[in-house]
C-alpha cells in the first residue's frame, strides 16, 4: 500500500513534492492524460484510506477517492491528443502532458504558497526520467522557482501516495473523456475498452475503419492505413 513517507521528509526539508503519473501511453487511440498532484503535509491523514495504484482499484473505487479529495489536495490533469502523439511521437507527447499539468499545477500553487522559498521535486511514476531542461527554464522564470529536481520512481504509484493519487486521477480523467467518444464512435466499444487493443476494438477496425481518435502511427492502425 502506498504511504506517505516521501511527502514527510519533503515536507521538512522545505521541498514540495508533486507526483506525477500518467494514463493512455499503450492505448490505440484518444490522448495520453498526465496529471501532476500535491498533498497538503499536515493534513495527509484525513485522506482516504484507499489511495493506491490506480490499477487495484475498481472505477466506482477510484471515482469515491476523488470525490473525497475537498481542499486536501491540488492537481491539474492535461493532455496530449492523438494528433499530437503520431506528429512529435509518444514520449515526447507524453513529456508535453506533464510539462502542461506541471505549469498548471505550480501557476495554482503559487497564489497561496512562496514558491521561491522551497525546491520543487517532481516524482514520475516509472524508471524513465522525462527531459524538462528547457521547460525548467521558463517555468523558474514566469514562476521565479528555488529550483526543481525530476526523480524517478521505480513502482511510484504503490509507493507515493501522491503518486497514487496522480495515477487515478489521471486513469478516471481519461476514461470519462473515452466514454464521452464512445458516443460519438458508437462501434469501437470506447466506453469498455478505452482505447486498447482488445478483440472487439480490431474487430470495429477492421468492419468500420479509422477514425480521427486513432492513433495512425500506432501499430497495428499504421498497417492497416497504409493497405
Not at 490505440?28 to 490506480?54: F, M, R, Y
Not at 469501437?188 to 478505452?194: I, R
Not at 477496425?205 to 492502425?221: A, D, E, N, V
Request: hydrophobic content about 35%.
Amino acid at each position: 500500500m502506498a504511504d506517505f513517507e516521501i511527502e514527510s521528509k519533503s515536507f521538512h526539508k522545505n521541498i514540495i513534492m508533486i507526483g506525477l503519473d500518467e494514463a493512455g501511453r499503450g492505448s490505440w487511440a484518444g490522448p495520453i492524460v498526465a496529471t501532476a498532484c500535491w498533498i497538503q503535509a499536515e493534513k495527509h491523514k484525513l485522506l482516504h484510506s484507499d489511495i493506491n495504484d490506480s490499477k487495484k482499484l475498481t472505477s466506482k473505487k477510484r471515482k469515491e477517492i476523488i470525490l473525497s479529495l475537498n481542499n486536501l489536495v491540488k492537481y491539474s490533469a492535461s493532455i496530449s491528443n492523438q494528433k499530437e502523439i503520431d506528429f512529435y511521437g509518444l514520449t515526447f507527447a507524453n513529456t508535453m502532458a506533464m510539462k502542461r499539468s506541471i505549469f498548471c499545477l505550480l501557476k495554482n500553487l503559487s497564489k497561496t504558497i512562496d514558491l521561491e522559498n522551497y525546491e520543487i521535486h517532481l516524482y514520475v511514476d516509472g524508471k524513465y526520467k522525462p527531459n524538462f531542461s528547457d521547460f525548467d527554464i521558463s517555468l523558474k522564470n514566469k514562476l521565479k522557482l528555488k529550483g526543481i529536481s525530476v526523480i524517478p520512481l521505480v513502482r511510484g504509484d504503490s509507493k507515493s501516495k501522491t503518486i497514487s493519487l496522480a495515477s487515478i486521477i489521471a486513469k478516471e480523467t481519461r476514461d470519462s473523456i473515452m466514454k464521452n467518444y464512445a458516443v460519438q464512435f458508437p462501434f469501437y466499444c470506447f466506453e469498455q475498452n478505452f482505447g486498447y487493443g482488445t478483440l472487439k476494438h480490431r474487430e470495429a477496425i477492421l468492419k468500420y475503419g479509422i477514425t480521427t481518435l486513432h492513433r495512425k502511427s500506432f501499430k497495428p492502425i499504421s498497417t492497416i492505413c497504409s493497405k
